[in-house]
């Protein structure tokens, strides 16, 4: 009777949440990084490089976006599993979030060297002055879209590209104050990260997803149902 009390108590789903996270957090790192992490330090650096690079180019943002599902799906009551969900939700998801996440690095490459172009030009004219605010003001929606981006993967199914983009930057500016919030946390969390290389490892992907996830619940929830009605 005891031990069912305590696994029916507060404290017992705490601690079962934080091991889903960092186990969760650990998912992202051996699916994603695995060649960093794990191969001998004899292996030549360009070969390490190459499928390092490789492989975190063609999993890192499906992972993430694999990791917001499972637990999405958690918080609504739809799966009490880590595993076998997250790899459910990558294979799901992996098509449009690579896709996704390409169009986001090319356009930031593209964003970054226009701003360094404008910059260097800055005292050289308006034209100039105009194309660098411009600029700045492009990345600064990118942003905040970006935020929203993985919940609008896994909360509308069967879109095109261009109608997760679209969507994307509606929600980061349907509830501004929402956006800010998150993005306030993200980058907390990042420099958390920096800071401390451990927190890094247990919790410094999974907490914030988990944080995004829970602020931004209650709003994808109504329209998702009524897209799944559809």
Same mark, same amino acid.
């Given at each position: ?29 051996? @699916? &994603? ?9 004899? @292996? ?13 180019? $063609?999993?890192?943002? %499906?992972?993430?976006? &694999? /990791?917001?599902?499972?637990? +999405? ?7 009490? #599993?880590? =595993?076998? %969900?997250?790899?459910?939700? *990558? ?5 449009? #979030?690579? *896709? ?7 356009? &930031? ?28 003001? /492009?990345? *600064?929606?990118?942003?905040? #879209?970006?935020?929203?981006? %993985?919940?609008? $993967? ?14 994307? /930057? ?7 104050? *929402?956006? =800010?919030?998150?993005?306030?946390? !993200?980058?907390? /969390? $990042?420099? @958390?990260?920096? !800071?401390?290389?451990?927190? =890094? &490892? ?5 907490? %914030?997803?988990?944080?995004?996830? +829970? =602020?931004? $619940? ?5 329209? #998702? ?6």
């Amino acid at each position: 009777m005891n031990s069912e009390k305590f696994m029916n108590s507060r404290i017992y789903r705490f601690l079962d949440y934080i091991f889903r996270l960092v186990l969760l957090n650990f998912l992202i790192f051996i @699916t &994603a990084l695995s060649f960093y992490l794990f191969l001998p330090e004899k @292996t030549p650096n360009w070969l390490k490089d190459t499928l390092s690079y490789g492989q975190m180019g $063609l999993l890192f943002f %499906p992972s993430l976006v &694999a /990791v917001f599902d499972v637990i +999405k799906q958690y918080e609504e009551n739809k799966s009490t #599993s880590i =595993l076998r %969900p997250f790899f459910q939700s *990558l294979k799901k998801h992996y098509k449009s #979030s690579l *896709l996704m996440g390409i169009g986001m690095l090319i356009i &930031a490459i593209l964003l970054s060297n226009s701003i360094n172009v404008f910059l260097q030009q800055f005292q050289n004219g308006l034209i100039n002055v105009i194309g660098f605010f411009l600029t700045v003001s /492009v990345i *600064l929606v990118l942003l905040f #879209s970006l935020v929203h981006l %993985p919940l609008v $993967l896994v909360n509308f199914s069967g879109l095109r590209l261009i109608d997760y983009g679209k969507l994307s /930057v509606i929600w980061a500016f349907r509830d501004f104050g *929402l956006t =800010l919030m998150m993005l306030v946390i !993200v980058v907390f /969390v $990042l420099i @958390t990260d920096i !800071v401390f290389p451990y927190f =890094l &490892a247990f919790f410094g992907i999974s907490l %914030p997803i988990y944080l995004l996830v +829970k =602020l931004s $619940l209650k709003s994808y929830a109504k329209y #998702s149902e009524k897209h799944k009605g559809l």
